[in-house]
């Protein structure tokens, strides 16, 4: 999997290595078990810090994506990330709220939006 982040984003470095990450698991690429890069491996290749690659995993490992362990380092979670459960829904209704405001303000309509929600969604599946 590569990992491409833009230094020069807005958006935090172990935000877009995380999403990165997740989106390695969604398409694929990373499967259940496989082992990750260190992370001194990790930030050494990416020319990041290390603890920026350090948040990024301890945040995957939060939210269910991966395992660290002593000796195995850091794994893609082998029984799989966990599934949608109610704490995970209302965190996306959350998640969503200032995306369909947003929209709103621009005078997106509602099929618009959905539309482009399927889209999305369609490129992972």
Do not use: W
């Not at 807005?10 to 698991?25: A, D, H, N, R, S």
């Not at 829904?89 to 709103?104: Q, S």
């Not at 099929?111 to 999305?120: A, G, K, T």
């Amino acid at each position: 999997m590569i990992i491409d982040l833009d230094l020069q984003s807005e958006i935090p470095i172990y935000t877009q290595l995380v999403q990165t990450i997740k989106k390695g698991i969604a398409l694929k690429e990373l499967v259940p078990g496989e082992a990750l890069p260190s992370v001194r491996s990790l930030a050494a290749d990416l020319g990041i810090n290390l603890h920026t690659v350090n948040k990024a995993y301890q945040l995957l490992k939060q939210e269910g994506y991966v395992f660290i362990h002593r000796q195995k380092g850091v794994v893609i979670n082998p029984e799989g990330v966990p599934k949608a459960d109610e704490v995970y829904v209302e965190k996306l209704k959350g998640d969503l709220e200032p995306l369909i405001v947003d929209a709103i303000c621009r005078d997106m309509d509602e099929e618009r939006f959905i539309q482009l929600c399927r889209e999305q969604f369609k490129k992972f599946r």
